[in-house]
């Protein structure tokens, strides 16, 4: 099976823009979980997706949001980016609830300029 | 939210030595998952537990999920270049659908 997938990989954006990050999991797998990783902070926990629905949500602002697919593909959304938004947003999924093992995307490092 | 401890932060050790890392959690977890990340990439999967008590090995990496079920270690036997990286470990409590993870551990194998 082909792993989870993200795109873009790279991603330079400013202030105030918004940004819309893509995320496929492994076919077969429903759930997809979201992080953001940072030098200072390691891996926080942004949301988490189940047949189309969020089932769980983070600590962190009504900026950032997501959705599911259909077919069980995410997206994250991060509206007026600020420079602490820049980050490695890394989505991980796994078969039918996020307490299975999840398995990590490459991730998509955003510059926030 | 949960807080988990892994010790050491950072390692230098010399090719061919033994690694030995753990993770503490501040309450019980029913899942331990260990990863490697490297540079620019997501986090590997190494290892998942699922039993106190549980030892697993994958090559010449070993994990255990403590049997007080608030942590969990890792070992790596017989380092070699490659094993350069950042190990995470992950613990979910199974009171909602989030995985917690811990600061990391950074390797270093000096050939």
């Known amino acids: 099976k082909a792993g989870v997938t993200q795109t873009p990989r790279y991603l330079i954006k400013t202030r105030g823009q918004q940004v819309t990050l893509s995320c496929s999991p492994i076919?077969?797998?429903?759930?997809v979980s979201w992080y953001q990783q940072t030098p200072g902070q390691g891996l926080q926990f942004l949301f988490e997706?189940?047949?189309?629905?969020?089932?769980n949500k983070g600590n962190f602002p009504g900026r950032f949001s997501g959705r599911q697919f259909s077919n069980s593909r995410s997206e994250m959304n991060v509206s007026t980016l600020e420079l602490g938004d820049s980050a490695l947003y890394l989505c991980a999924s796994s078969e039918w609830v996020s307490q299975e093992t999840q398995y990590f995307g490459p991730g998509t490092r955003l510059l926030v300029l | 939210g949960q807080q988990l401890n892994q010790s050491p932060q950072s390692m230098f050790i010399q090719e061919g030595e033994d690694v030995s890392m753990n993770c503490t959690s501040s309450s019980i977890f029913n899942t331990w998952l260990w990863y490697k990340q490297e540079p620019g990439e997501g986090p590997v999967l190494l290892i998942a537990?699922?039993?106190?008590?549980e030892l697993t090995s994958n090559g010449r990496l070993t994990a255990q999920f403590g049997i007080t079920r608030k942590d969990s270690f890792l070992n790596i036997s017989a380092s070699i270049p490659s094993d350069v990286g950042i190990y995470f470990c992950?613990?979910?409590?199974?009171?909602?659908?989030?995985?917690?993870f811990g600061t990391g551990t950074s390797l270093t194998v000096i050939p």
């Open positions: 076919s077969g797998h429903r759930s």
């Open positions: 992950a613990g979910n409590p199974n009171t909602g659908n989030q995985f917690y």
């Open positions: 997706y189940f047949s189309e629905t969020q089932r």
């Open positions: 537990l699922y039993k106190a008590g």
